[in-house]
């Protein structure tokens, strides 16, 4: 049995196989996390030498609905399930400078298993989670003590994205203990920001199944529908055929106008218009498997068929796509990628005849945060903006329009996954100041723009992998015009047959 294999329902497992029934992809926790756990602590030698004492980390804890007493449904705090791959709520992890890794368990009362089922004892959770020993979390401050280590290492530091302070571990006695915060959190994020091969293979399968959910809605997109339905349509067969109960985040299943909204989705727009005939519609949607996510975005017409306007937006948007796919590789710095995929996208628009003049001075004048004000992409993995994107010592963020989106400015690495998705969007809160600009007026075709204004725009989005020599796409869904038109009419996925007409 390999490490990452599909599931059989005939097949015995060993207990630290994480899996969701048959032909979902089976994870040994043992070669997944001792690989990480490894990496991070050689990092931390390096870092501490002699120094180096327990690295202590504390999972993440039940929350409630407000003042109610209902508990939204667990997600395992990151940087835990990176390091332990635990489900369940209320642990602790420290790694000794050893290598030995010991998980700490709550000491849950005899009537949990009424409401909840029965209580795993700490052998049997030392089998599932492929450690070397496990106690209660009462026990925790004697076990660290018997350790005599130098220090306990906590994770201390604020993600760029959110601004939000990491879980830093706190337990009863841990003032007697000296404690360390600065080394952890960098060392941490920025060996998440590169994956391990059997990472990428989870991820991998995470964008099989969103990738195939995501043929499925263009082929039960209909004019007459409401939004919503096509999100169902997505969440089932990702769950139904894939095993991920899980949505990284709340998904953007927008038509006409609503495509032009970055975000939306959310609670005051629901998914919840009804489709239009001539819509073009905006589909960002992923799956999670064992926390690790997919984020994919697809474009089409609603009815199937592309308006002449619809074809020179979206082609615009296929080439700067294209073009970052092809210069991706290691050494190559991401502002350099976004800049490249604005010059592509300026190119497109021209040649359809939406933008004039010289896309050198649109660049100078950054035409191309009008049309796309977000970053080219960002780091994915156990979170959908992963961390890693903006530490100590990595390129800064940048003052510019567009480029000040991107929630990384580093250079690239083999290993790292990073989302290419180029957009172009007609926002009356974007695009009117700058048809009313007199330094950008003149470089835009106003009356192709004003026909074009309130219909949404185009998004495309793969998840895409760092290889030594250039880069891999995790997703694989119809992109070219040809193939989405005629995945819509009923056509096979993946038509081998048109990508070889295509191609030749």
């Known amino acids: ?41 050689q990092r931390m030698k390096e870092k501490l030498g002699d120094e180096l004492g327990v690295i202590l980390l504390q999972g993440g804890g039940p929350f409630h609905i407000h003042s109610t007493d209902m508990e939204g449904c667990f997600r395992q705090e990151g940087y835990f399930h990176y390091m332990f791959g635990v489900e369940e709520e209320d642990f602790y992890g420290a790694v000794l400078r050893s290598g030995h890794s010991i998980l700490f368990m709550p000491r849950l009362p005899p009537e949990h298993a009424v409401w909840m089922g029965p209580i795993a004892g700490t052998e049997a959770v030392r089998q599932k989670y492929a450690v070397d020993a496990v106690h209660y979390v009462d026990e925790m401050a004697k076990v660290l003590k018997q350790l005599e280590a130098p220090a306990l290492h906590l994770l201390c530091g604020i993600n760029s994205d959110s601004g939000r302070p990491a879980l830093e571990a706190s337990f009863e006695g841990i003032d007697s203990f000296s404690v360390e915060r600065e080394a952890l959190f960098p060392i941490m994020a920025d060996c998440r920001a590169v994956k391990t091969p059997e990472e990428i293979e989870v991820m991998r399968y995470a964008n099989q199944v969103a990738s195939s959910a995501h043929v499925e809605v263009m082929r039960k997109c209909r004019p007459g529908l409401m939004e919503y339905a096509l999100e169902a349509v997505f969440l089932k067969d990702c769950y139904l055929l894939g095993g991920c109960r899980h949505a990284p985040y709340t998904p953007i299943c927008a038509s006409g106008p609503n495509g032009a909204v970055l975000h939306y989705g959310h609670a005051a727009a629901a998914n919840n218009r009804q489709i239009q005939d001539k819509d073009m519609m905006l589909m960002d949607m992923g799956c999670e498997y064992y926390a690790y996510d997919s984020d994919i975005t697809c474009s089409f ?34 502002p350099d990628m976004h800049l490249l995929a604005e010059r592509a996208l300026l190119g497109g628009l021209k040649a359809a005849g939406f933008v004039r003049g010289d896309v050198g001075e649109m660049l100078d004048k950054r035409l191309g945060a009008v049309f796309m004000p977000h970053g080219l992409g960002h780091l994915l993995g156990i979170d959908t903006h992963d961390v890693g994107g903006y530490l100590a010592g990595l390129p ?35 695009m009117r100041p700058a048809l009313q600009d007199p330094a950008l007026a003149h470089l835009l075709v106003s009356e192709r723009i004003e026909a074009l204004m309130g219909t949404g725009g185009v998004r495309l989005e793969d998840d895409v992998v760092v290889t030594p020599d250039g880069c891999e796409s995790l997703t694989n869904v119809p992109r070219a015009v040809a193939e989405v038109e005629a995945v819509m009419a009923g056509g096979e996925w993946p038509d081998t047959a048109l990508s070889e007409q295509m191609s030749a």
């Open 1 to 41: 049995m390999g490490a990452f294999e599909n599931v059989k329902d005939d097949e015995r497992l060993a207990p630290d196989v994480y899996h969701q029934g048959p032909d979902t992809l089976q994870i040994s926790r043992s070669k997944l996390h001792q690989k990480i756990r490894a990496k991070v602590l």
């Open 301 to 334: 017409p609603a009815n199937g068929r592309f308006t002449d306007n619809q074809r020179g937006v979206y082609e615009s948007v296929l080439a700067a796509h294209q073009a970052v796919l092809e210069a991706m590789r290691p050494g190559v710095k991401w």
């Open 396 to 430: 800064p963020r940048s003052t510019l329009p567009g480029l000040r989106s991107l929630r990384t400015a580093r250079v690239l690495e083999a290993g790292m996954v990073i989302t290419v998705e180029p957009g172009c969007y007609f926002n009356e809160f974007t």
